[in-house]
């Protein structure tokens, strides 16, 4: 992976290649172009390449964003020199051939979630990641209120760990919603569940810190069959799921359920995962990202009760010091560009601020997502050594 080394500056510099102009392409264009003004990183990103297809947007996305060249070609960033990290904001099912391509060409890369379509995908991509940095986007760990959480759990605040509870929970999909490549198996490859339910099995499984053993039943429903075409009168099949709801088993005996749905009206992005331990529990939800609930439950009866943290003071609570004074909120973006400063961070030789997943890390997520697609089709358990 090519770091350009400047002797006047000192710093390293890294030529960033990304692929996809839409929602995620703006969310991480924001994050590569900000992360500098916010974080000192040992390595300084330049915003060198931009590809998508849409050749009538993408000239006019170059310029609002500060990117040096576009293309509507992506295979153009294997050889391009210039740049070091290829960065994948692509439908899932692109995922596998343009992560294999960037890695067999010397670059690092940074991929979207869930790490591809399929476990198959996923396996190629992990295999081909054995010698070269990868990164997956779950920027919801770098939610400050999660690094606190993390933290907690590693210093014994929270002990045992007996239950963890997460829903994943939006309202968008609906009869109206015209049949976008979220809703075709062969593009998505699932629909709520690699969507939503793969950001808090991450979440469940970066806090606990270990590994979830065995799904002990699952339930996939399609409620909505029929879709309108984008831009079109005519109709089409969506074959993905339009909700999942799972329960599991970790290493360590705690019990879990997962839910996420896209029906779930009067829910509008409500990520939220609880953890309840032998010394107290944790709670979160993104639609109140700032805040930590924690409840400990050693302290004496008459005053004890949940505690409202929010997680903005610097020095205290991850990235926090590296944005506003005190209790002035963060936001979703914000996620992306602390992720962008771990990222450079942890190419530059230094530790990042809380671990980083990289494809073998998003790959053991997979593993848990396939296991509850079998686990619903099959209508039984599945032990996890069954989905290699
Ligand atoms: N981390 C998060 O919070 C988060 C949120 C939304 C989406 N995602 C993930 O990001 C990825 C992209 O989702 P999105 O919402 O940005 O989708 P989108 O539909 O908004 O944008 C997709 C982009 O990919 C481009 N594209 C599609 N097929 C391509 C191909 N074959 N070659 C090159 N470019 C292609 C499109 O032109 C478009 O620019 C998905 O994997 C999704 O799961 C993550």
Redesign the pocket.
């Known amino acids: 992976m090519p770091l350009r080394r400047s002797r006047a500056r000192r710093s390293a510099t890294l030529g960033i290649g990304l692929?996809?102009?839409?929602?995620?392409?703006r969310?991480h264009s924001n994050a590569w172009s900000q992360v500098t003004k916010f974080f000192d990183v040992p390595v300084t990103p330049t915003l060198e390449v931009i590809?998508?297809?849409?050749e009538a947007s993408i000239r006019g996305f170059a310029r609002r964003w500060g990117w040096n060249r576009w293309t509507t070609r992506?295979q153009d960033l294997a050889q391009d020199p210039a740049v070091g990290l290829v960065d994948?904001?692509?439908?899932?099912d692109?995922?596998r051939d343009?992560a294999i391509a960037m890695l067999e060409a010397g670059k690092a890369v940074a991929c979207?979630?869930?790490l591809a379509a399929t476990l198959d995908d996923a396996r190629a991509m992990r295999a081909a990641a054995r010698r070269r940095p990868t990164f997956v986007?779950?920027?919801?760990r770098r939610c400050p209120a999660i690094g606190l959480a993390y933290r907690l759990m590693r210093e014994g605040e929270i002990g045992r760990v007996y239950h963890v509870r997460a829903h994943y929970l939006q309202s968008w999909g609906g009869p109206e919603t015209p049949l976008?490549?979220?809703f075709r198996k062969r593009t998505?490859g699932s629909g709520a569940h690699?969507?939503l339910n793969?950001?808090i099995v991450d979440l469940a499984r970066f806090l606990v810190g270990q590994e979830i053993v065995e799904i002990q039943g699952a339930v996939a429903r399609t409620f909505i069959t029929e879709r309108t075409l984008p831009g079109s009168r005519r109709r089409g099949r969506s074959n993905v799921d339009d909700a999942v709801l799972f329960l599991a088993t970790f290493a360590g005996g705690a019990l879990a359920s997962f839910e996420a749905s896209r029906l779930a009206r009067g829910h509008l992005n409500d990520n939220a995962i609880e953890i309840d331990g032998e010394r107290g529990s944790l709670r979160f939800g993104l639609e109140d990202m700032n805040l930590l609930w924690y409840f400990d439950a050693r302290l004496p009866r008459r005053t004890a009760g949940w505690r409202r943290i929010v997680c903005t003071a610097p020095e205290v609570h991850p990235y926090a010091g590296n944005w506003w004074p005190e209790a002035h909120l963060l936001g979703?973006e914000h996620t992306?560009t602390n992720e962008a400063a771990d990222i450079l961070r942890a190419l530059g030789g230094r530790r990042p601020e809380l671990p980083l997943p990289d494809f073998e890390d998003a790959y053991q997520t997979q593993r848990v997502l396939e296991a509850a697609m079998v686990s619903a089709r099959e209508r039984t358990a599945i032990s996890l050594r069954e989905i290699r």
Not at 51 to 54: L, N, Q, T, V, Y
Not at 137 to 140: E, K, L, P, R
């Open positions: 692929i996809g102009q839409r929602f995620m392409g969310a590809a998508a297809r849409d992506w994948i904001g692509t439908p899932n692109v995922h343009q979207e979630k869930p986007w779950f920027n919801y976008l490549w979220r998505a690699g969507d793969a950001h979703y992306f």
